[in-house]
């Protein structure tokens, strides 16, 4: 069986588009895939009480509880590792996960990690990307998911959607746009990234 271990910060709602979908395709007979856990670093993310809902089993790794170590990022990475490393990950989807990780969290999932970016990357990483779409003008943006490497928001392009930019656009009314696009590619590549691995 492919698990999949999906990362959230937030309201989860790309998470939720793969779990649907996941449901409503069959991915258990399909693609021999199963969603094994929603992982959060933050214990009140919306998106932990949506999959719970769902039937997902749901874990909290909360990054603020490693403040007081030497090397904070590095700790909570460590046990971030060990806790998606007990489902036995054929893949790891960060869908909304709010954290830069470390190189060595990275590299030992390397080529099984894949993250979705709300821009057309290689274009805007990092954060605020609706923001600075529109303040560079651009008649188009739209959102990436990518492999993870160590390098942030980059790593080879699995799939992409093109969304307009609209004259009144504000950064939220782009970035709702942007999301039902997101919506769209992210269980698609998935789908196609877990039949390239058969
Ligand atoms: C999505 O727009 C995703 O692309 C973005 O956060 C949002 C999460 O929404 N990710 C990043 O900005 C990563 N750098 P969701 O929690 O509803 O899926």
């Known amino acids: 069986m492919n698990n999949l271990v999906i990362l959230i ?3 989860g709602s ?3 588009a793969i779990a649907r979908a996941a449901i409503r395709e069959r991915w258990d007979q399909t693609l021999n895939a199963r969603i094994a856990a929603v992982i959060s670093n933050r214990p009140h993310a919306a998106g932990l009480q949506a999959a719970a809902e769902l039937g997902l089993s749901t874990e909290v790794v909360d990054h603020t509880a490693f403040a007081g170590h030497a090397d904070p990022r590095t700790a909570f990475d460590d046990v971030l590792r060990q806790t998606i ?3 036995e990950p054929s893949l ?3 869908a909304g996960f709010m954290r830069i990780l470390t190189p060595g969290f990275v590299v030992h999932f390397e080529g099984r990690m894949l993250n ?3 821009s057309l990357l290689p274009a805007f990483p990092g954060l605020h990307t609706h923001q600075r779409a529109i303040d560079a003008g651009c008649r188009f943006t739209g959102a990436t998911v990518h492999l993870v490497t160590t390098e942030l928001d980059h790593g080879p392009i699995l799939e992409q959607a093109v969304v307009p930019v609209l004259p009144n656009d504000t950064a939220d009314s782009l970035a709702a746009r942007v999301l039902t696009q997101e919506h769209v590619i992210y269980p698609k590549a998935i789908k196609a990234f877990l039949k390239s691995q058969a």
Do not use: R, T, Y
Request: net charge negative; charged share 5%; no cysteine.
């Open 116 to 118: 979705i970016h709300p």
């Open 14 to 16: 790309n998470m939720l």
């Open 92 to 94: 790891v989807v960060l």
């Open 9 to 11: 910060s937030g309201g």
């Open 85 to 87: 490393d007990a489902h």
